[in-house]
């Protein structure tokens, strides 16, 4: 099973209330110690769940860490419902610092930067993991942002898909380095509003024609 079929099995499967225990414990697990510091038989003893509870849903470890995998890759996909929203009347101002508010939400979460950790350091052995992340993730973002740019092209000389690259970098580059550093903590939802209407004023200054960066 691959993660793509996993996130599907996943979304198509109504899990008992046993199998999402499970998975609960083994997502804490597996983004606490990663893939090969995870003992199963620690998982069990720790969490007061049987090992034969565990393979009765979960043949094997692996299987068991795709699920997890699977599992967040789901929850991820789920928390970027912003790109799937109408901007409607919105003026270019307001969707990009609504963009730059999500975005950042999700790369500053705990849980998803340790899934991100995760997906990074598996996707040297299983590639297709990587990808998945890739697609769901920032590439959705990437074409969200280029249609908004495509519609806003007569304000600016710079292509679509360079802006969508440009602004997605000024956002998250700076606040999610010093995370995985550890140098910074989760950062406030007031911080976040803050970064994300000071960048994206800084973006449109820098990038777009004065007369319509306000538009």
Same mark, same amino acid.
């Given at each position: 099973m691959n993660s793509r079929q996993a996130v599907a099995q996943i979304k198509a499967t109504d899990m008992t209330p046993k199998e999402?225990?499970?998975?609960?414990?083994?997502?804490?697990?597996? !983004?606490? &110690?990663? /893939?090969?510091? =995870?003992?199963?038989?620690?998982? *069990?003893?720790?969490?007061?769940? @049987?090992?034969? @509870?565990?393979?009765?849903? +979960? @043949?094997? $470890?692996?299987?068991?860490?795709?699920?997890?995998?699977? $599992?967040?890759?789901?929850? /991820? $996909?789920?928390r970027l419902e912003f790109l799937e929203v109408e901007t409607g009347s919105a003026t270019l101002k307001e969707t990009l610092v609504a963009a730059?508010?999500?975005?950042?939400?999700?790369?500053?979460? *705990?849980?998803?930067? *340790? !899934? %991100? %950790?995760?997906i990074f350091h598996e996707a040297e052995t299983t590639p297709e993991i990587g990808a998945y992340y890739y697609e769901i993730g920032p590439r959705a973002a990437y074409a969200y942002l280029e249609k908004i740019f495509r519609n806003n092209r007569h304000?600016? =000389? +710079?292509? #679509?898909? $360079? !802006?969508? &690259? /440009?602004?997605?970098?000024?956002?998250? &580059?700076? #606040?999610?380095? %010093? %995370?995985?550093?550890?140098v910074a903590t989760e950062l406030s939802q007031r911080k976040i509003r803050a970064h994300a209407a000071e960048v994206t004023s800084d973006?449109? =200054?820098? /990038? +777009?024609?004065?007369?319509?960066?306000r538009e």
């Open positions: 999402q225990e499970i998975l609960e414990v083994a997502s804490r697990y597996f !983004l606490g &110690h990663g /893939y090969r510091g =995870t003992s199963i038989n620690a998982m *069990a003893r720790d969490s007061g769940i @049987s090992k034969e @509870s565990i393979y009765r849903y +979960f @043949s094997s $470890k692996k299987d068991l860490f795709e699920a997890v995998v699977a $599992k967040g890759l789901a929850e /991820y $996909k789920q730059a508010e999500s975005i950042l939400s999700l790369l500053n979460d *705990a849980d998803m930067l *340790a !899934l %991100r %950790r995760l304000c600016s =000389t +710079f292509p #679509p898909a $360079k !802006l969508a &690259h /440009y602004f997605v970098a000024l956002v998250v &580059h700076y #606040p999610l380095l %010093r %995370r995985q550093c550890g973006f449109l =200054t820098a /990038y +777009f024609d004065q007369g319509h960066s």
